[in-house]
């Protein structure tokens, strides 16, 4: 339990804080997510740092127990597939671009992280 708490943490923290600079400073991550389409090698570096990232997760949390933990095995999954599919198909990440900013986005991130910080910071007490 004390593993899904604190990736739970780290989870929170991070959608949050984009969530609210995709709100605050929208022009600025627009301008960093053209450019990032633009640049391969970091593609390539994001991809990897994924694949390594997903099974450091699963290893260490790769339970199903039927309550909020296994949103974490799930999206633990989930990490080790985009960055597998960032090495192999880099090119599909273009057809994002598209979705990047928008409303929906925004609020789906928010929504994330509140979620994940409810059971990273406030399950715990």
Same mark, same amino acid.
Not at 26 to 41: A, I, R
Not at 65 to 93: E, H
Not at 111 to 124: Q, R
């Given at each position: 339990?004390?593993?899904?708490?604190?990736?739970?943490?780290?989870?929170?923290?991070?959608?949050?804080?984009?969530?609210?600079?995709?709100? %605050?400073? !929208?022009?600025?991550?627009?301008?960093?997510?053209?450019?990032? +389409?633009?640049?391969?090698? %970091?593609?390539?570096?994001?991809?990897?740092?994924? %694949?390594?990232?997903?099974?450091?997760?699963?290893? =260490?949390?790769?339970?199903? =127990?039927?309550?909020?933990?296994?949103?974490?095995?799930?999206?633990?999954?989930? %990490?080790?597939? !985009?960055?597998?599919?960032?090495?192999? +198909?880099?090119?599909?990440?273009?057809?994002?671009?598209?979705?990047?900013?928008? !409303?929906?986005?925004?609020?789906?991130?928010?929504?994330?992280?509140?979620?994940?910080?409810?059971?990273?910071?406030?399950?715990?007490?």
């Amino acid at each position: 339990m004390e593993v899904s708490i604190l990736i739970s943490k780290i989870f929170g923290t991070i959608y949050l804080a984009l969530g609210i600079g995709l709100l %605050v400073s !929208k022009d600025y991550y627009k301008n960093m997510f053209d450019k990032l +389409f633009d640049n391969s090698p %970091v593609i390539y570096l994001v991809g990897f740092i994924l %694949v390594v990232l997903g099974w450091v997760m699963i290893y =260490n949390h790769n339970t199903f =127990n039927n309550d909020w933990t296994d949103i974490i095995t799930v999206m633990s999954w989930l %990490v080790l597939l !985009k960055g597998i599919l960032l090495l192999i +198909f880099p090119t599909y990440i273009y057809s994002f671009k598209p979705l990047l900013g928008s !409303k929906f986005i925004i609020v789906l991130v928010l929504i994330t992280g509140l979620i994940f910080a409810n059971f990273g910071f406030l399950m715990e007490i």
